[in-house]
């Protein structure tokens, strides 16, 4: 038990950060967790709230700055959920990611000695983005547009977030502006009642070219065409605009109707060309992606003979810059829609030798494998909660040369790869690849071979 209560202050000196990007000290063998420091600062702390294991605390002060500090050169960075490590340089931010990885490795999943042979950090670490949603709503009675304060639904207007293209803020004052000139409710939460609830843009980073998608509750907007106008007026780059019909609880609803210009957006990634829908998933740093699917690539050690299974393959991105030299590739992935994209998008660049299946990896991948559907190497690119046991056991008994695994949590990673490494897997290449600079999230590529 630990003396430390809510209300009471330290000075302590910053020890390490951990996987969710808050700084790490002991006050008498306690752990306590602050967000916003540093490994080397000497910060001023107030505790915050205290559990059996450890307590979190709040940066009153800091006393002496680490040698790892920047400025955090966003006036949204204290209050915004956004980003987590701003404040840390940005070779440092990239310390601490690959540190993540190998600690996971070694403590979850039993590899003693795991290093990760190559770090890929991001060329541009600010306006990386290509997809932002903003919440729309009221505060003192001004329909207001921005991000949600950390771990909150109050809306921080914003003037401009650093991570997506500048245009975001023109758009967002141009679809406030005509909120208030046609008496536009925004969306209210409690009440239900009101139009608009987000602004949600997306961005094609090869053909620069922006969609504005509305999700509003209803079917038609008042004055459409008046909007449609005013976006018109920003930029010449803005090609698309849409209304999605959204009255459920997810940030988008599946119904779009477009107001005006195209209906997706195109973008390529290794060559080959993805047609993007509102409601499409795609990765949100084009430029980082392209280096990771080519590492993937580059591990799945692919030729004109290998048969390649790529699971969890969402609308078919790294299925199809494989197709282009595999002999053939089978993508499993449990979001019907993606699968739709996957198929149009083989189809776009005339991509003949792929199949793809709408199922769980768990209920699919056992069953083809029984069915003499194996590959020589699979690809598994699965979300948080990482694989399962059953879709991994049929890849073992399928005797896959190579398992390439693209990971976006180096927990599931882990735990993933100890069950791997018990059936005959040995690691043999591994590198991280940053996405998401600013932010803790992690994206690893580990190649297995038998
Ligand atoms: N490889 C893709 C998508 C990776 S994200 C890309 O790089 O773009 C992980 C994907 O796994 C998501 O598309 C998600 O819908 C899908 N998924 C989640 N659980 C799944 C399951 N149990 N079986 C198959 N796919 C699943």
Same mark, same amino acid.
């Given at each position: 038990m630990s003396d430390i209560t809510k209300g009471m202050e330290y000075i302590i000196k910053i020890e390490s950060v951990s996987s969710d990007g808050s700084g790490v000290a002991h006050i008498d063998g306690f752990t306590v967790f602050v967000p916003q420091t540093v490994t080397g600062d000497t910060v001023n702390i107030k505790i915050e709230n205290v559990q059996k294991r450890f307590a979190r605390a709040k940066l009153v002060e800091i006393i002496e700055p680490s040698t790892?500090?920047?400025e955090a050169d966003c006036p949204y960075y204290e209050q915004c959920g956004g980003c987590q490590l701003r404040h840390i340089k940005y070779e440092k931010q990239l310390e601490i990611k690959h540190l993540t990885v190998e600690n996971a490795?070694?403590?979850?999943?039993g590899f003693s000695n795991f290093c990760i042979d190559d770090v890929y950090g991001a060329d541009n670490t600010e306006r990386y983005r290509n997809k932002m949603i903003f919440p729309v709503g009221q505060k003192n009675n001004k329909i207001v547009c921005g991000f949600y304060a950390q771990k909150s639904h109050d809306i921080i207007p914003l003037g401009d977030c650093a991570l997506g293209d500048g245009i975001n803020s023109a758009i967002i004052n141009t679809v406030l502006d005509y909120m208030n000139d046609n008496n536009i409710a925004p969306y209210n939460e409690h009440t239900h009642k009101g139009t608009i609830r987000r602004i949600f843009t997306r961005k094609s980073f090869s053909a620069n070219e922006f969609m504005v998608v509305i999700s509003a509750t209803v079917k038609t907007l008042p004055r459409y065409e008046n909007l449609i106008q005013r976006l018109q007026s920003i930029s010449d780059r803005i090609v698309s605009i849409v209304l999605n019909i959204n009255t459920g609880n997810m940030p988008l609803g599946n119904k779009n109707i477009t107001l005006w210009g195209k209906n997706t957006l195109s973008d390529t990634l290794c060559g080959v060309t993805f047609s993007i829908s509102p409601n499409s998933f795609f990765q949100v740093n084009p430029e980082q992606t392209e280096k990771l699917y080519k590492k993937t690539l580059e591990f799945a050690q692919i030729d004109k003979n290998?048969?390649?299974?790529?699971?969890? /393959?969402?609308?078919? *991105?790294?299925?199809?810059?494989?197709a282009q030299t595999a002999k053939n590739v089978i993508g499993i992935e449990i979001v019907k829609q993606a699968i739709t994209d996957a198929k149009e998008n083989a189809a776009i660049n005339g991509i003949t030798n792929t199949e793809f299946y709408a199922d769980s990896a768990e209920n699919i991948v056992p069953k083809l494998i029984a069915n003499g559907k194996t590959a020589d190497v699979v690809i598994l690119d699965p979300p948080r909660k990482g694989s399962d046991e059953k879709t991994l056991s049929a890849i073992i008994k399928s005797n896959a040369k190579?398992?390439?695994?693209?990971? /976006?949590?180096?927990? *599931?990673?882990?735990r993933d790869a100890r069950l791997l490494a018990e059936s005959g897997y040995t690691v043999t290449r591994s590198a991280i690849f940053d996405l998401f600079p600013h932010t803790v999230h992690i994206e690893t590529v580990v190649l297995f071979e038998k």
């Open positions: 790892d500090r920047q490795m070694k403590r979850i999943g290998t048969s390649v299974m790529d699971i969890y /393959c969402g609308i078919g *991105t790294i299925s199809l810059c494989a190579h398992i390439v695994y693209v990971s /976006c949590n180096p927990a *599931t990673l882990a």
